[in-house]
């Protein structure tokens, strides 16, 4: 599995920007995927996740009620929606999958991982 995130970029406060994270693999539609981020100095943590299907859903409480989470099957892409940005938010955002029907917060349960891309919330 490849994955390759975009649409990182520099956003004013209460800005929104949506990231991408498209897939090369033989079943996407089997993946279940999820958003990390890491701030400069601080550890991985997770933002979401959908699973395969996209019935199921989760969202970081630091987040919630600002992001979303989706995916298109057809077109092998995840996104997430991110509005209301902070400063708290700037970090580099990776997408990351694993095979089967559950999602986890814990990054060791994700063997694949794309290149990251950076969101900078700044006036």
């Known amino acids: 599995v490849q994955l390759q995130a975009y649409g990182g970029g520099l956003v004013q406060p209460g800005g929104s920007l949506r990231l991408s994270c498209a897939a090369s693999a033989p079943t996407f539609s089997s993946i279940t995927m999820g958003w990390f981020r890491q701030a400069p100095g601080k550890e991985r943590e997770f933002v979401a996740a959908i699973q395969w299907s996209g019935r199921d859903r989760s969202v970081a409480d630091s987040v919630k009620g600002r992001f979303t989470v989706s995916r298109d099957n057809d077109k092998d892409t995840v996104y997430l929606q991110m509005n209301s940005l902070k400063p708290a938010d700037t970090a580099v955002y990776y997408c990351?999958?694993?095979?089967?029907?559950?999602?986890?917060?814990?990054?060791?349960?994700?063997?694949?991982w794309g290149q990251g891309t950076l969101v900078t919330v700044s006036s």
């Open positions: 990351a999958a694993r095979e089967g029907y559950h999602y986890y917060s814990n990054a060791e349960k994700y063997p694949w």
